[in-house]
């Protein structure tokens, strides 16, 4: 099976602007889920996609958002960037059920850059 | 709230000996935990899992202890290889009801292994 991909690898940006990112799953993955990783601060939760409604969301504020299309791709948009922004945003999708329901299958990651 | 804790942002081992690479959690509904290793630019990817009715798994070189009462898990590297120089992350899913749960990480312990 392909493994999940994530499109634009790396992306620069300028404070203000709004970013569209994109996650593929593998294939008959149902469950999609975003992170953010800094410097320092591990892998923080933004929210997971579950047939198309957000199942689970974290804790940053609402200019992150994110959908889900029906073959389960998804996109997380930030709007209003701002410096603090500048991260790799991973995407994971898994099973979500049977053994193995719990492990999450990530992509390569966009890396970010807000200037 | 951090409720994964890797207390150790990094750990030096020679080739051929022992890594192990700590986590403590505080949550005591927590009964399932995973394991991530990270190369540079890369997502994470799934290296083990254990669940709390165990209190080891062993996968090859690699084995993860859990001890309940302590609420402390270890993962054993044994021998050490200069390739399994990475960040490692210990992970817990935080049921939010039903099947529904998000991945709590740690910061992580980037693991050197030297030559």
């Not at chain 1, 996650?23 to 410097?39: A, E, K, L």
């Not at chain 1, 389960?72 to 053994?99: F, I, Q």
């Not at chain 2, 020679?14 to 959690?25: A, F, H, M, P």
């Not at chain 2, 990270?38 to 669940?51: M, N, Q, R, V």
Request: contains cysteine; charged residues 20%.
């Amino acid at each position: 099976k392909a493994g999940v991909t994530q499109t634009p690898r790396y992306l620069i940006k300028t404070r203000g602007q709004q970013v569209t990112l994109s996650c593929s799953p593998i294939s008959g993955h149902r469950s999609v889920s975003w992170y953010q990783q800094t410097p320092g601060q591990g892998l923080q939760f933004l929210f997971e996609y579950f047939s198309e409604t957000q199942r689970n969301k974290g804790n940053f504020p609402g200019r992150f958002s994110g959908r889900q299309f029906s073959n389960s791709r998804s996109e997380m948009n930030v709007s209003t960037l701002e410096l603090g922004d500048s991260a790799l945003y991973l995407c994971a999708s898994s099973p979500t059920r049977g053994r193995g329901k719990y492990e999450q299958y990530f992509g390569p990651g966009t890396r970010l850059t807000v200037t | 709230d951090q409720q994964v804790k890797q207390n150790s942002p990094s750990l030096s081992v020679q080739e051929g000996r022992i890594s192990i690479l700590n986590c403590d959690y505080t949550n005591s509904m927590f009964d399932y935990f995973l394991w991530y290793k990270k190369y540079p630019a890369e997502g994470p990817t799934f290296l083990i899992s254990i669940s709390s009715i165990k209190d080891k798994n062993e996968d090859g070189r690699f084995t993860v202890f859990l001890n309940k009462s302590a609420k402390h898990l270890s993962l054993h590297i044994v021998p050490s290889q200069p390739g399994d120089s990475a960040v490692y992350f210990c992970a817990a899913p935080l049921r939010s009801g039903g099947s529904n749960y998000k991945l709590t990480f740690g910061k992580g312990t980037l693991l050197t292994v030297n030559p």
